[in-house]
């Protein structure tokens, strides 16, 4: 059974930090993709930042620069370091996981299998 757990989620004043770690049990990267994905009431979930077993990266336009996803393949743990938030970014941060990374460069919902519960992240002006 795969579980995915998200932490390190707070609140923040506009050009601060936080990072955030999502532990997975039950599955690990080789072969697939995770990624971060936010939601804020009455929007769609949007992706983040992705990143596939093999390292490669993508990230969503707005957090180019100041978000940086990163992995510990032995702790099976992915990360997402924020750096420079604003007001902007505050939302629910859900971690997911793909197995299959076939599209994973389309940082896309419908390509997830796996979700977290998500953490809270409120950044204020």
């Known amino acids: 059974q795969v579980q995915l757990v998200e932490s390190g989620g707070g609140s923040v004043q506009a050009g601060g930090s936080l990072r955030l770690s999502c532990a997975a049990s039950?599955?690990?990267?080789?072969?697939?993709?995770m990624g971060w994905f936010r939601q804020v009431p009455g929007k769609e979930r949007e992706g983040v930042a992705g990143?596939?077993?093999?390292?490669?990266?993508i990230y969503a336009d707005s957090v180019k620069g100041r978000f940086t996803i990163s992995q510990d393949n032995a702790k099976n743990t992915l990360y997402l370091q924020m750096n420079s938030l604003k007001p902007e970014d505050t939302a629910m941060y859900y971690c997911?996981?793909?197995?299959?990374?076939?599209?994973?460069?389309?940082?896309?919902?419908?390509?997830?299998?796996?979700w977290g519960q998500g953490t809270q992240v409120t950044v204020s002006s």
């Open positions: 990143m596939h077993s093999d390292s490669r990266t």
């Open positions: 039950g599955y690990t990267f080789s072969g697939g993709s």
């Open positions: 997911a996981a793909d197995p299959g990374a076939r599209r994973w460069l389309l940082l896309h919902v419908d390509e997830y299998v796996y």
